[in-house]
C-alpha cells in the first residue's frame, strides 16, 4: 500500500465505493470496527475512553466506536463538539445507533479517562484551528491520558502535513484503505505516533480512476527497477561511475560520495581530482580510482570515454564560475547526471543557465539533491523560511521544482521528497534522526551516482537511493558519523535479495 491518497482523492475512493453499491453506513461501520481493533491491539488496558466527535464523517467514526466499546464493556462518554442536531448523512445514522448520552466536547470533559478518541475533524480540514475548537485540543494535549486520532490528529493537514493552528498529538493514529501524505510529512508525522491502516471495504481498483502520483519511498516503488548482480556477470555490466572531486583542501566530501557508489553496486568507480590533489585522494583510496584532470576541459577529455556512464558532482567541488564550467562539461553528454551541494549554489544567481544545460542534456537522467537551503537559493519562489508556515505542500514543491529544471529533485530533510518532471513524488520514512550529521549528504549523492551507473531510471534510482541512505542509517544507530554509511549499506542489500538472487 504505498499510494498516498490527499484528502480530495480519498473523497474519490469513498464516492466511488458507494456509488458502486456500497452504502456509506456500511464503510462507517467498518472504520468503528477497525478503531475498535486497534483500540484493542494498541491500548487494551484503557477502560475509561473518551470519545470526542466532530461535526462530520470522522464523528461519525467516532459514535461507531463508541457504541463498541462500550459493548465490550468499556466505560465510554461521548462528547460531540457542536451541535448534535445538526449531524447529516452517514454520521446522523451512526449518531443515533449510539444510543448513549451525549455530552458537549469543551476542555472540562476532558479529563478523568485512560484513552482519548480524537475523532474531531480528521485529515479534511481546510482552515486553521482556533477559538473553541483550539481550546478543547490543548485541553486533550495537556491531559496526560493516550490519544489515539481517527484518520489524522485533528488539526494536521492530511495534504500538507502542517499543522493549522492548534492541533492533537497523538500516541497513534489509525486510518482506512490508504494513507495520506501528512502522515509522512512533518510536522504531521511526528503528531501521528505509529498509524495503522485499515481495509473498510474500499476496492483497490478505484485507484486506476485515481491515479494517484504520491507514493511513500518503500521498496515495492521501485525494487523491480533494481538488478542484484548475476554470476555470470562482470564488474563492466554494472557501470562506471565518476565523482568530481574538490581541491585538496576538500577533498573528503568527493571520497565519501566514491566510496558510496562503490558500495551502491557501480562496477567501477573513478574519482575525477585536480592535479593538486592527486597525491592526497589516492593516499586515502584503494578501490576507487584517481584521475588527474585539469578544468573543465580535462574533465570533459576524462568524460568522453563513453564507458564511464555516471557521474556526481557538487561534494567538496567549490564556488564559482569554474564549477559551471566543470557541471556544463558533466551535461554534456549521453551520461547520467548526479548534482549537488556546489554544483547547486554556483548557479544561485542564474538557476536559468542550470536548467536550460539540462533541458539540453542527451542523457539518461539527471538527479539534483538539495537541501532546503540550497533549494531555495535555485527556486527562490518555491523556497520557505519556515515550512511550518509554508501554503504548498513540499510533495507539490518539488514537483513544481522537477517541472521547472527538467531534473528528478531530492528535497531532503526529515522527510525527503523525491519528485519526477512527469509528476510523480515519493515521500521517505526511513531516516532516523542520527543521520542528520556532516558529510551524510555527500554520501547520499554517491549512492544515487552507483544506482544510476547500474542503469536504473533516474526517479527510482534517487528513490532507492534516499531508502537505503536512511536504513544504512538505522542500520549503525546512534554515534553514526556519514564514514558509517557506505559500509552499512551491505547489510542493507542483503535485507532487499530475495532468496536465489
Not at 247 to 271: E, I, K, W
Not at 431 to 450: E, F, K, R
Not at 468 to 484: N, Q, V
Amino acid at each position: 500500500m504505498i499510494e498516498l491518497l490527499t484528502p480530495e482523492e480519498m473523497g474519490r475512493a469513498d464516492a466511488a465505493t458507494i456509488a458502486a453499491g456500497t452504502p456509506g453506513i456500511t464503510l462507517m461501520e467498518a472504520a468503528g470496527k477497525a478503531i475498535a481493533e486497534t483500540v484493542r491491539d494498541r491500548f487494551a488496558d484503557a477502560r475509561r475512553v473518551l470519545v470526542l466527535a466532530g461535526p462530520g464523517n470522522n464523528g461519525g467514526d467516532g459514535y461507531v466506536v463508541a457504541r463498541l466499546l462500550a459493548g465490550r464493556g468499556c466505560a465510554v462518554a461521548l462528547c460531540q463538539f457542536g451541535d448534535p442536531a445538526k449531524l447529516k448523512g452517514d454520521a446522523r445514522l451512526a449518531a443515533e445507533a449510539w444510543g448513549g448520552d451525549i455530552g458537549a466536547a469543551t476542555p472540562a470533559c476532558v479529563p478523568g479517562h485512560d484513552l482519548i478518541i480524537d475523532a474531531l475533524f480528521g485529515a479534511g480540514l481546510a482552515r486553521p484551528v482556533t477559538g473553541a475548537a483550539a481550546d478543547l485540543i490543548e485541553a486533550v494535549n495537556a491531559d496526560p491520558a493516550s490519544v489515539l486520532a481517527v484518520d489524522l490528529p485533528s488539526g494536521v493537514s492530511g495534504e500538507t502535513g502542517l499543522a493549522q493552528g492548534a492541533a492533537i498529538r497523538a500516541d497513534a493514529t489509525v486510518t482506512f484503505f490508504r494513507r495520506k501524505p501528512g502522515h509522512l510529512l512533518y510536522p504531521g508525522r511526528g503528531l501521528c505516533g505509529p498509524v495503522d491502516v485499515h481495509d473498510i471495504g474500499i476496492p483497490s481498483g478505484v485507484l486506476g480512476d485515481i491515479a494517484p502520483k504520491t507514493f511513500a519511498n518503500e521498496p515495492a516503488l521501485w525494487r523491480d527497477h533494481w538488478h542484484p548482480p548475476v554470476v555470470e556477470g562482470h564488474k563492466y555490466a554494472r557501470g562506471h561511475a565518476v565523482v568530481v572531486s574538490g581541491p585538496a583542501s576538500a577533498t573528503g566530501a568527493a571520497r565519501l560520495a566514491a566510496m558510496a557508489a562503490l558500495r551502491a553496486g557501480a562496477g567501477l568507480v573513478s574519482l575525477a581530482s585536480p592535479p593538486g590533489a592527486v597525491l592526497v585522494n589516492a593516499a586515502h583510496l584503494t578501490a576507487v580510482m584517481v584521475k588527474s584532470c585539469r578544468g573543465a576541459e580535462g574533465l570533459s577529455e576524462l568524460l568522453s570515454d563513453t564507458r564511464l556512464n555516471a557521474v556526481a558532482i557538487g561534494p567538496g567541488v567549490g564556488i564559482g564560475p569554474e564549477t559551471c564550467d566543470l557541471v556544463a562539461a558533466c551535461l554534456d553528454g549521453d551520461r547520467s547526471v548526479v548534482l549537488d551541494a556546489d554544483a547547486l549554489t554556483a548557479y544561485q544567481n542564474e538557476p536559468q543557465g542550470l536548467f536550460g544545460a539540462i533541458a539540453a542534456h542527451s542523457g539518461a537522467g539527471v538527479v539534483m539533491t538539495p537541501h532546503e537551503g540550497e533549494f531555495s537559493r535555485l527556486f527562490p519562489d518555491l523556497g520557505v523560511a519556515n515550512p511550518e508556515t509554508a501554503v504548498v505542500s513540499k510533495p507539490d514543491r518539488a514537483r513544481q521544482a522537477a517541472a521547472r529544471s527538467g531534473a528528478v529533485v531530492v528535497l531532503k530533510g526529515p522527510d525527503t521528497v523525491i519528485a519526477a518532471p512527469d509528476g510523480r513524488a515519493a515521500i521517505n520514512a526511513s531516516a532516523p534522526p542520527w543521520l542528520a550529521t556532516a558529510g551524510a549528504g555527500d554520501v547520499l549523492t554517491g549512492i544515487v551516482a552507483g544506482l544510476l551507473a547500474q542503469k536504473m531510471p533516474a526517479f527510482e534510482a534517487a528513490a532507492m537511493a534516499v531508502w537505503m541512505h536512511g536504513k544504512a542509517a538505522a542500520c549503525f544507530g546512534p554515534g553514526m558519523i556519514a564514514e558509517d554509511l557506505a559500509p552499512a549499506l551491505p547489510a542493507v542489500f542483503a535485507d532487499l535479495l530475495e532468496p536465489g538472487d
